[in-house]
């Protein structure tokens, strides 16, 4: 169980600042999601979380700053699921899912048993196992996406950054992956920081949401509080219903701001 | 976490197993090898006896001597003009292939070669000075090394000071370092039209030895250098998701990349100081590898090593032999022999590349 910490971090790229003074606490456990329209800054900011660019301000694990650790160190503290994964040519779903224990393999070394014990119960944890000799190319965009997260996961990371893990997604697949990591995170204590386009899915998966516009946070808290038809409006420039659903969860329904025909009254969707 | 049901796991793991060089794979390249190796020694000129040339190396061992050998002169043929030949041929065909496959790793470009960042240019000026200047002819490998390190040292500062870290800057800087060394060669090689006839065949490449010499000059460079990336096929099979990836999983792609690409060149620059400017083995091999054993540089890299080490020994024996006693420079071999073959891998092979 790791805490993140995130304090007055600002991330410049090509002389623009595109994260800024931004400052949040992940509580070891939980799910925050990150929401804001695009560009917002929401992958860059998990990119500065993963040590993949470089920030000012602090990011700390437990108190450990990311910038201070060896790559090493830091891949078996926070693991990523990247937007787009690169397909690699030629490399089965097994070998795929060991790349994730590369942060224990030594340089210059080879796989151990235990390596393989990891990634054969991850396997079988995604349903991939009757897949392990498939090469990655071949694969559905889900059971890609699953290998995606086996490899994560095998990095036995206690911390979990998604990045638009469900982009390439359908409906189906998109519900099975953020459920499967729901469960993780119960199972397994992990922290949980996503970044997700969808408002309605953020607010059912995270215990709390980070709303960025223009790389700074403009509101944070429950669903109930972050995704408000004013907030959305004026930060996405959409015209939304925000609903309760009975269940308790919020949804977000898009609606068109001006009736096809023109002039006539929207009273019907109100 | 949790291990639950232990031995049902225990028992469906046992079947897993990363990525290697599969065994037949191993045992059938090293085979062809040897028949290549035992060619290479007996045919020539003066043709050696199969028998009396395997009596010979089997009696290397130590505490044997068995009857049956060769004669005086005939080992004098094998030990002082076939083997250095043959050997020297192995060290090059394998260090041009396995620089070419770490090449191809690191930039992650199919099309990457071991000349890719300046060395053949740089050496092949290096080369050309030396031998326009008519010094000692032992200068001359000497002269080609340093100029090959030279080249591609001047590469990395012109692709660092437009590009930063950037591979394709990079692999640009070695185009355009490359082409300026290339007509300063070719401007040296005009003014001393005299030495074009040695100059032009150093650059196409030949395995020339004189004795045991050569082979002893190369062996520690090119040694270190297979070591160092064969070292590296595992993180050679993580950057294939890229640097950003790669970086998530723990492996720092830049440094991996310099590592990799010192390796190579230093080795590459070594190979090239004996040899002459051989193309052909360093981008053929690894691909013909790549696309009959799979792709991983697990497999790649230790296969192309054996490949590349056959190839140029039976490049260098048609060398030798088609026009005998004349020779053909080896580079030439391997073009003529080695296109025709790539061709048929590339239409025989299941996808397009």
């Not at chain 1, 204590?189 to 309605?200: F, K, R, W």
């Not at chain 2, 250095?84 to 470009?109: H, K, S």
């Not at chain 2, 074009?196 to 270190?224: D, F, K, N, Q, S």
């Amino acid at each position: 169980m790791t805490t993140l910490t995130v304090d007055g971090v600002g991330v410049t790229l090509l002389e623009r600042p595109v994260v800024d003074d931004v400052s949040l606490s992940v509580p070891a456990g939980t799910w925050v999601t990150l929401v804001g329209p695009n560009g917002a800054g929401k992958s860059t900011l998990l990119r500065a979380v993963s040590g993949a660019v470089d920030h000012v301000g602090v990011i700390a694990f437990d108190g450990v700053e990311v910038a201070r650790l060896r790559s090493r160190e830091r891949a078996r503290l926070v693991a990523v699921v990247p937007q787009d994964p690169a397909r690699p040519d030629g490399m089965t779903v097994l070998d795929y899912v060991l790349l994730g224990r590369t942060p224990y393999v030594p340089y210059l070394g080879t796989e151990s048993a235990e390596d393989l014990a990891v990634a054969g119960e991850l396997l079988d944890t995604l349903e991939l196992r009757s897949l392990s000799d498939r090469m990655v190319t071949e694969l559905s965009g889900g059971e890609f996406q699953r290998a995606v997260l086996a490899r994560a996961l095998a990095q036995q990371a206690p911390v979990l950054l998604l990045d638009e893990p469900t982009s390439s997604l359908d409906l189906g697949h998109a519900q099975q992956v953020l459920e499967l990591v729901d469960e993780l995170r119960g199972s397994r204590g992990l922290t949980v920081v996503s970044a997700l386009h969808d408002l309605t899915t953020a607010g059912q998966f995270a215990d709390h949401l980070v709303l960025l516009v223009d790389g700074r946070v403009v509101a944070q808290g429950s669903a109930q509080e972050v995704l408000t038809e004013e907030l959305i409006r004026k930060h996405y420039g959409a015209r939304v219903r925000v609903v309760t659903d009975p269940e308790g969860g919020v949804v977000v329904v898009p609606l068109r701001s001006r009736p096809a025909g023109g002039g006539r009254d929207v009273g019907g969707v109100a | 976490m949790s291990r639950a049901g232990g031995t049902e796991q225990d028992t469906a793991t046992a079947t897993l197993r990363a990525v290697r060089l599969p065994r037949r794979w191993l045992f059938g390249s090293l085979a062809v090898l040897l028949a290549a190796v035992l060619l290479g020694l007996t045919v020539g000129p003066a043709g050696l006896p199969l028998r009396g040339v395997v009596t010979e190396i089997v009696n290397l061992l130590p505490g044997v001597d068995l009857a049956g050998g060769l004669d005086d002169r005939q080992a004098a043929v094998l030990w002082q003009l076939r083997a250095p030949r043959v050997v020297l041929g192995l060290l090059v065909g394998a260090m041009l292939a396995l620089a070419g496959a770490g090449y191809q790793g690191v930039f992650r470009n199919p099309l990457a070669d071991p000349y890719l960042l300046g060395v053949a240019a740089g050496a092949g000026l290096g080369a050309t000075f030396a031998i326009v200047s008519g010094g000692n002819r032992l200068l001359l490998p000497l002269a080609a090394f340093t100029g090959g390190l030279l080249g591609v040292a001047a590469t990395y500062a012109l692709g660092r000071s437009v590009g930063g870290r950037s591979t394709n800057s990079l692999i640009l800087a070695g185009v355009a370092v490359a082409a300026f060394l290339a007509a300063v060669q070719t401007f040296v090689t005009q003014r001393n039209s005299e030495s074009l006839r040695e100059v032009y065949g150093w650059i196409l490449g030949r395995l020339l030895t004189a004795g045991w010499g050569e082979v002893l000059t190369v062996l520690p460079y090119i040694a270190v250098s297979a070591i160092v990336i064969l070292g590296h096929r595992r993180l050679l099979d993580v950057l294939s998701v890229g640097p950003d990836e790669a970086g998530t999983l723990g492996v720092p792609a830049s440094r991996v990349r310099l590592v990799v690409v010192l390796a190579a060149t230093l080795g590459t620059a070594a190979a090239v100081s004996v040899s002459g400017l051989i193309g052909f083995v360093g981008i053929v091999v690894p691909h013909i590898v790549r696309m009959l054993a799979g792709s991983s540089y697990r497999i790649v890299l230790p296969l192309a090593v054996v490949v590349g080490a056959t190839f140029l020994v039976v490049a260098d024996l048609v060398a030798r032999t088609v026009v005998s006693p004349g020779e053909l420079p080896v580079g030439v071999v391997t073009a003529f022999v080695g296109a025709p073959f790539f061709t048929l891998v590339l239409r025989s092979a299941r996808r397009p590349w």
